[in-house]
């Protein structure tokens, strides 16, 4: 690695970018900012990799975290109550807690990182990243390869079953009513339906 | 750039992410944190394999499994928030409490 | 060194930034006129006085929109364009940036577009706004693997991910012949990454101009030639990797790359004026459930020729 | 090298875009509100329009993501195919299956229609 | 200096005008999208002249001064058949359509040169509700949904979701009288969530649409069928220029529409209807809503009826039509694609029919009842059916919804005589033989 001072003060920048915008992503109201915050973060991380000659993991990085950020502002405006920050909001608890272990995190493997002594073999200049990996991919570690395929696989299947509503056999709980209390009385399902609608962590106010 | 401060960067990122995870009530920011944590994680990984790793493939492909469990984490836990919201409208942490007793 | 080494590139960016984009905006009144469109004035001076137009008029706003955000998403998908232009080889030698990985840059490039259309889409804090970037959201995750299926499928032979030895490869055979399904796949994706055409989604006209329906002035005439020059950058990316880029007898690299780009150009801007605007819903099945298998054939097919 | 040219590449055409848009509005009056409000043919909106939007094709999104893992896994591939022969085929041929497994019970189960 | 320049570079652009539609409107429309120096655009906030075509009734000058205060500096005004408001001053008024887009150019000349001034602000500058300084943080908002943040209250009316169990915001809005996807003059209180259309509520009903002379003429004494079958497929034309334009068919539509202004007995529609079919519209586009069950065919009438399967038609009654062998031709699917192949289907059929009638000199026979393109006339023209979109739209995506409305004519027919030719358009436009334009 060629450890001229153009290559730290661009280091220096990235990692005050990557921990200012990670920082910011709890900071901020806006939930589209908080995710497109730690999009900026992970490119910042992306870059450094590239730094460290590892470029074909610094560019996947890019395109792995672009579509991951996406999907993430796209479930954080679904799900978050007030999206794009107009009413600030702090949804937190247990702060100080929170603060203590971050801190505490941090200083344990800070501490790591200056004492302990790691070996010191830097990567060889002419080592091709990007055919180095293939060639451990598709040699010695195959099975890691493959199993990893396995787990996709059961991970797409474990997602569409959890998330879509609509099975082949059309909408899962069309008419589907829990039994009655006695033996053909009249489903149970209905009794709860107004109690389960004040234990939805927050009141609905319908008003217009 | 040596191999300390990229260390100290990565445990300031994990710092952050586990101040996220920990702090925030909804589902979707504590998720937000986990992928700082593994974002931090990942950094290590990638300093190690460059500095006292020489450049050994498993250190490539460990930061791979790990962006690959970043993935797997993320897509599980929207499913799950999904599941979570269609049955009971709620986002808060808080508001879960079926398996208490 | 650093003069030639950097500046030169930089330049050169910058100058096929802007001369394709005025490219584009020509070719496309020229294409709109031979369609039957009603032309009038000089075809070569309507770009610069809708350009001169845009920057007397004043700049939109809307009630609460997200300001930064707003003005940094047109901003943005021009710096994408830049970003992919160099990474698009002119000749062996005459290459703005040349990464080990390229192509994989060009991929995160695709990517990130999705991400600035939809900010372009939601800062604005209108409906009709909104509904175009959440729309284009759908067909940008959609376009995004059959893109990566493809341009793996073109560096299987060149057993690199840059794009001067994908070029390189392509000595004995170009691409588009050695892979037939690849560029008609790849032209689709180009289409969807500009939403030109068929798969304007962010832009249409039953959203009175979606995202760019409460931008005006100079906003505007920045998002309309960040749009310009991503579709020379995809041209440029398209003819680098199917059409053999700087090689070719007689004229040197430069003019070749040129002209192969054009005729991409020509292609897209064509099936933009012919096909009609899909709907989301089938744009998606569509690409999920025909055009990802088609790009697995495309690619057990590059798999194939690579070993023979 | 290329990293810096990259770096300037982007912070110029960056800086432009943002210029030619600051530029001209430096002295230009923020619009009067009713020119603010969002254009509807004329109509009026009863909220902002920023809410919990219900994406409908949210399940092939948490597909991609899943399925984008398959890319990092085929870039590095791609590089080493010549070289390892028929064996990548293989291997390939056989992650590419099990994930094409994924899709085919996902198009099944009806994801990429909108919820 | 230097700003003049730029200025008068500006200048040379083609006009972009934003048309607001009034009664009679669309007819100045269809006739500027075929002039070469007027770019139409999609959005006010993409013009730079205003052109309010055809009087706006009283009920729809609030969106218009919505509309006006919409298009951003330097804009102005040009009001066509139309009293332009006292306030606004040097603000012209023009009846002919031929030297309309001579007047826009110019409007937008003077502009740019500054011979002419920016329009005024109507409407006055108060945020929808005040905000400034109130609420919790000086922003209008109380706590997390409240309040009225920056003006407009959170969307936070969470009604049960029709086709998905997940229950989110859903927005609710008027879409204007003036949305060029619309039917001229329609407006209607729309609730989305996501965008799928969760309720329709038309608020406005579109302008009576004025037919041709010929089928006045027709209810009073029998006429050439030639001419009423040449209005009734230039009528259908002009509609597929619309849904075309909206499509994104730019190059379909405009050659739809070329096709009408010069439709005569010798014109044929099969290159057109060739290009259509490859271009993939029946498959790509957004053909699959809309679906009109029986009952609502039959109320709607007309072609709508005869795309859904109900093959009435008054012309099959009618003696000059047996004579020349007319049958009623339908399609059986009900919704959109369905609809636009009758559509096509009809205007050969009247191009075949005017051939024969043109060549035997054939007249229609009855005149208590003909059928209109519309819909039949027997008693009392066709009237508006904007009340069966809001039983047919809810559950459709955006563009599904949008081209279903324009596959359906929903206007009412105005039942005055259209006998009086406006000054100034009865001569076709451009180089057509000598028949009637509308």
């Given at each position: 690695m060629n450890h001229g001072i153009g290559i730290d003060i661009t280091f220096l920048s990235l990692a005050t970018l990557a921990v200012v915008t990670g920082w910011r992503v709890f900071r901020t109201d806006s939930m589209v900012r908080a995710s497109f915050f730690l999009l900026v973060s992970f490119i910042a991380v992306g870059v450094i990799m590239i730094l460290l000659a590892a470029e074909y993991l610094g560019v996947a990085m890019f395109f792995m975290m672009a579509v991951e950020m996406t999907v993430m502002a796209l479930f954080m405006v679904m799900f978050m109550m007030n999206p794009a920050g107009l009413n600030p909001m702090n949804m937190v608890h247990q702060e100080r807690i929170a603060i203590g272990a971050g801190i505490v995190g941090f200083l344990v493997l800070g501490a790591m990182a200056l004492l302990a002594a790691f070996p010191d073999q830097p990567v060889s200049a002419d080592l091709e990243p990007v055919r180095s990996l293939g060639n451990e991919m598709l040699g010695d570690s195959m099975l890691i390869f493959e199993s990893a395929g396995i787990v996709l696989l059961t991970t797409m299947i474990g997602v569409v079953v959890l998330s879509s509503h609509r099975g082949r056999y059309g909408a899962a709980a069309v008419g589907s009513l829990p039994p009655g209390l006695e033996p053909g009385g009249d489903p149970a399902g209905k009794l709860e339906e107004d109690e389960e609608e004040e234990s939805g962590g927050h009141q609905h106010h319908h008003h217009h | 750039m040596t191999l300390t401060t990229l260390l100290l960067l990565a445990a300031a990122l994990i710092g952050i992410g586990i101040y996220g995870a920990l702090s925030q009530q909804s589902f979707v920011m504590l998720m937000m944190g986990l992928e700082l944590i593994l974002n931090g994680v990942m950094l290590a990984a990638v300093a190690f394999w460059a500095f006292s790793g020489a450049g050994a493939p498993e250190g490539q492909l460990l930061t791979i499994i790990v962006m690959a469990v970043m993935a797997i984490e993320m897509a599980m836990g929207f499913a799950l928030v999904v599941a979570v919201f269609r049955g009971k409208q709620a986002d808060m942490t808080e508001s879960l409490t079926g398996l208490k007793h | 060194m650093l003069l030639s080494e950097l500046f030169l590139p930089v330049l050169m960016v910058m100058f096929m930034l802007t001369v394709g984009a005025y490219v584009v905006a020509v070719l496309d009144r020229l294409i709109a006129g031979a369609f039957g469109a009603p032309q009038a004035g000089r075809v070569w001076l309507a770009p610069m006085a809708r350009g001169a137009w845009l920057m007397t008029q004043h700049a939109n706003a809307t009630e609460a929109p997200d300001w930064q955000a707003w003005r940094l998403a047109p901003a943005l998908y021009l710096a994408l364009a830049a970003i992919g232009l160099a990474v698009v080889p002119w000749s062996e030698s005459l290459v703005a940036t040349d990464l080990v990985t390229s192509v994989v840059l060009w991929g995160s490039v695709e990517a990130l577009a999705t991400v600035v259309i939809f900010l372009h889409g939601w800062s604005a804090n209108a409906l009709l706004a909104l509904i175009g970037g959440y729309r284009y959201v759908a067909l940008g995750l959609s376009y995004i693997l059959i893109s990566m299926f493809v341009l793996i499928g073109v560096a299987l032979p060149a057993e690199s991910l840059q794009f001067t030895q994908v070029v390189a490869s392509q000595e004995a055979l170009w691409n588009v012949i050695r892979q037939p399904l690849g560029l008609p796949l790849f032209l689709i994706v180009g289409l969807g990454m500009t939403f030109w055409g068929p798969l304007n989604l962010a832009d249409s006209k039953d959203l009175a101009g979606g995202t760019a329906s409460e931008i005006s002035g100079p906003p505007r005439l920045v998002w309309d030639v960040a749009r310009a020059a991503m579709l020379v950058a995809f041209s440029g990316v398209a003819a680098s990797a199917f059409l053999g880029g700087w090689m070719g007898p007689w004229l040197p690299g430069p003019l070749w790359m040129a002209i192969k780009m054009l005729a991409v150009l020509l292609v897209l801007l064509l099936l933009g004026r012919v096909l009609p605007r899909i709907a989301p819903e089938r744009c998606v099945t569509l690409m999920w459930v025909v055009l990802l298998p088609l790009s697995f054939i495309d690619l057990v097919w590059a798999g194939i020729g690579a070993l023979l | 090298m290329e990293l810096l040219t990259l770096l300037i590449v982007l912070l110029l055409s960056l800086g432009a875009g943002l210029l030619v848009q600051w530029l001209p509005m430096r002295h230009q009056p923020i619009a009067t509100y009713p020119q603010r409000a969002p254009f509807l043919g004329g109509g009026t909106p009863d909220s902002h329009a920023w809410s919990r939007y219900h994406v409908r094709y949210y399940p092939m999104t948490l597909l991609l993501i899943a399925f984008e893992m398959e890319m990092m896994f085929m870039y590095p591939w791609a590089v080493v195919f010549v070289e390892k022969g028929m064996m990548a085929v293989m291997e390939m041929g056989m992650f590419l299956a099990i994930l094409s497994v994924g899709i085919v019970y996902a198009w099944r189960e009806g994801v990429f229609k909108w919820q | 200096m230097a700003v003049n320049w730029l200025r008068k570079l500006a200048s040379h652009k083609r006009a972009p005008v934003f048309p607001v539609l009034g009664k009679q409107g669309d007819k100045a429309l269809r006739y500027l999208a075929l002039s070469p120096e007027i770019e139409l655009v999609d959005s006010p906030r993409h013009a730079s002249v205003l052109l309010i075509a055809g009087e706006v009734p009283a009920d729809r000058l609030e969106p218009l001064r919505r509309v006006h205060d919409?298009?951003?500096?330097p804009f102005t005004t040009l009001w066509f058949r139309n009293e332009p408001w006292?306030?606004?001053?040097?603000v012209d008024r023009i009846d002919?359509?031929?030297?309309l887009p001579a007047a826009l150019t110019k409007a937008h000349r003077e502009l740019m040169t500054g011979q002419r001034d920016s329009g005024c602000r109507?409407?006055?500058?108060?945020?929808?509700n005040p905000w400034k300084g109130e609420g919790d943080f000086g922003q209008g908002g109380e706590g997390m949904m409240g309040g009225v943040p920056y003006g407009r209250p959170m969307a936070m009316n969470m009604q049960e979701d029709i086709s998905d169990g997940l229950t989110l915001d859903s927005l609710t809005f008027r879409l204007g009288?003036?949305?060029?996807?619309?039917?001229?003059g329609m407006a209607a209180e729309v609730t989305l969530q996501g965008d799928l259309v969760q309720s329709w509520e038309t608020q406005l009903e579109p302008y009576p649409q004025r037919l041709d002379a010929v089928f006045f003429n027709a209810r009073k004494h029998p006429v050439p069928i030639a001419e009423i079958e040449l209005a009734r497929a230039r009528h259908h034309l002009q509609r597929l220029y619309h849904a075309l334009h909206l499509a994104g068919l730019e190059a379909l539509s405009l050659s739809s529409l070329r096709l009408a202004h010069g439709l005569s007995t010798s014109s044929t529609l099969d290159g057109l209807r060739r290009r259509l079919v490859r271009s993939g519209f029946f498959h790509l586009a957004a053909v699959g809503g809309g679906l009109l069950n029986t009952e609502q065919a039959r109320q709607f009438g007309g072609p709508a009826a005869r795309a859904a399967g109900l093959a009435d038609d008054l012309r099959s009654h009618d003696a000059g039509y047996r004579r020349l062998g007319f049958s009623p031709v339908c399609q059986n699917g009900g919704g959109v694609s369905a609809r636009w192949k009758q559509i096509l289907d009809e205007v050969e059929q009247s191009l075949m029919l005017a051939r024969q009638a043109e060549r035997d000199e054939v007249y229609t026979n009855d005149v208590d009842c003909i059928e209109t393109p519309r819909g039949p006339w027997d008693e009392q023209p066709p009237e508006d059916a904007s009340a069966i979109l809001d039983e047919i739209l809810p559950g459709l995506e955006w563009g599904d919804a949008l081209a279903t409305i324009a596959s359906l004519d929903i206007a009412a027919v105005a039942d005055r005589g259209g006998g009086t030719q406006s000054p100034g358009e009865s001569r076709a436009v451009q180089g057509g033989s000598g028949n009637v334009v509308k």
């Open positions: - | - | - | - | 919409q298009l951003p500096d006292p306030h606004l001053e040097n002919d359509l031929t030297d109507i409407l006055s500058d108060r945020p929808p009288p003036f949305f060029m996807a619309f039917p001229p």
